[in-house]
């Protein structure tokens, strides 16, 4: 059973850059892509954008110039920086797995950490 | 973007009760649809996927159906822990997208 783990401070000033940290557990990261979508307070669901083990990455454009995905194979971990961060960045970030074989669904999920952008 | 669309926003209804929850796609998504639940404070959870796939573990009253453009999530007998909020997710096409989501409450 694959295990996430999201990771990173939970307070930003803005104009600042999110960090965040996923740690996969239980399972291989070198198939599938590896995915962030977050969910403002009271809100729907964002995707953000996802990559594979190759490297293959898709953004969502609303965001696509201040983002960057990446994935370190090597020890298990996706990782997400989001530079100059507004009040309209606020959100519970998750890190999915999303199943590019079978399902072609985010078929698991970590709980979220909630990121706070405020001075 | 295909944009998805769920009606309704909210709903209320009691246990025992049959619930349909719709999503239209702003253009055809073929059969690439999911279902997700979520509860407060937690992260969404698969329900079902490609419009009609029960995933593993989901109990057999939650059922999809749809093509296209319309899809359905339908819960047939509901149960207390079946009050949630309930997405679509488009898998047709880049950026993968979420309907607003539909808010189920007890009556």
């Known amino acids: 059973q694959v295990h996430l783990q999201e990771s990173g401070p939970g307070l930003v000033k803005p104009s600042e850059t999110l960090s965040l940290t996923c740690t996969v557990s239980g399972g291989s990261i070198d198939s599938n892509y590896w995915t962030w979508i977050r969910q403002p307070p009271g809100k729907g669901l964002e995707w953000i954008g996802y990559i594979d083990f190759s490297g293959s990455i898709f953004y969502n454009p609303s965001l696509k110039s201040r983002l960057t995905i990446s994935l370190d194979t090597s020890r298990n971990r996706l990782s997400l920086r989001l530079n100059s961060v507004s009040a309209a960045d606020t959100a519970v970030y998750f890190c999915?797995?999303?199943?590019?074989?079978?399902?072609?669904?985010?078929?698991?999920w970590g709980q979220g950490t909630l990121v706070t952008v405020s001075s | 973007d295909i944009q998805m669309t769920q009606s309704p926003s909210s709903l209320s209804a009691s246990v025992g009760d049959r619930v349909t929850i719709t999503c239209r796609a702003s253009q055809s998504i073929n059969t690439y649809l999911n279902w997700y639940q979520q509860k407060p404070g937690r992260a969404p959870k698969i329900l079902i996927y490609s419009a009609s796939s029960l995933q593993n573990g989901v109990p057999s009253r939650f059922i999809g159906s749809g093509s296209g453009t319309d899809f359905t999530l339908t819960i047939v007998s509901l149960q207390f822990e079946d009050f949630a909020t309930y997405y679509c997710?488009?898998?047709?096409?880049?950026?993968?997208?979420f309907g607003q989501g539909t808010k189920l409450e007890s009556k």
């Open positions: 997710q488009q898998s047709y096409s880049n950026p993968r997208t």
């Open positions: 999915a797995r999303y199943d590019s074989t079978s399902t072609y669904s985010f078929d698991a």
